[in-house]
């Protein structure tokens, strides 16, 4: 989520981005360029397959690259809350479906830090959207391909 075109980070997603950034740059870039020159020896370039690989894999870290740097000209930290009444970004929240009673810890962030398989959940997914200004012990319902699943907010950090 872009806030007045900023991108929202945390501290230490404002580290991952740093660090993706100078591994690309100090040691992709010079991997590629070694796999670059060794392509071409192997002569004609127009049907050279590792040639065009490399290229191509050139051309994709490059293009991270001015990502990550966009992000990074274009982040602001979150200004994480103590006890939070309603649910911000960067908020912890846990909630419990209503149905299946499980119970599920999400951190509320922006695109860049999203991590769903670990709990990181973006602010623009739709479980991130429902649960937005929501507050502790709101139900709050999620449409899902399959229907529609209800959840309640049990806490908020």
């Excluded at 740093?18 to 100090?26: D, S």
């Excluded at 951190?107 to 200004?133: F, H, N, Q, W």
């Excluded at 229907?147 to 806490?155: C, R, S």
């Amino acid at each position: 989520m872009k806030l007045n075109g900023k991108v929202m980070l945390t501290k230490e997603g404002l580290e991952k981005v740093q660090e993706e950034l100078h591994y690309l740059k100090r040691v992709k870039r010079k991997e590629i360029a070694e796999k670059i020159r060794n392509a071409v020896t192997f002569g004609e370039i127009a049907e050279n397959a590792e040639y065009n690989a490399a290229k191509n894999e050139q051309s994709f870290i490059e293009g991270r690259i001015l990502a990550l740097e966009k992000i990074i000209e274009n982040y602001e930290l979150i200004d994480k809350q103590e006890n939070p009444d309603c649910v911000l970004l960067g908020s912890e929240v846990l909630i419990k479906d209503t149905k299946s009673k499980k119970e599920c810890k999400y951190t509320i962030l922006d695109y860049v830090e999203s991590e769903p398989d670990c709990g990181k959940i973006s602010i623009s997914s739709p479980i991130g959207r429902a649960l937005l200004g929501k507050k502790k012990g709101d139900l709050v319902e999620v449409r899902v391909p399959v229907g529609h699943i209800k959840y309640k907010i049990l806490d908020i950090k």
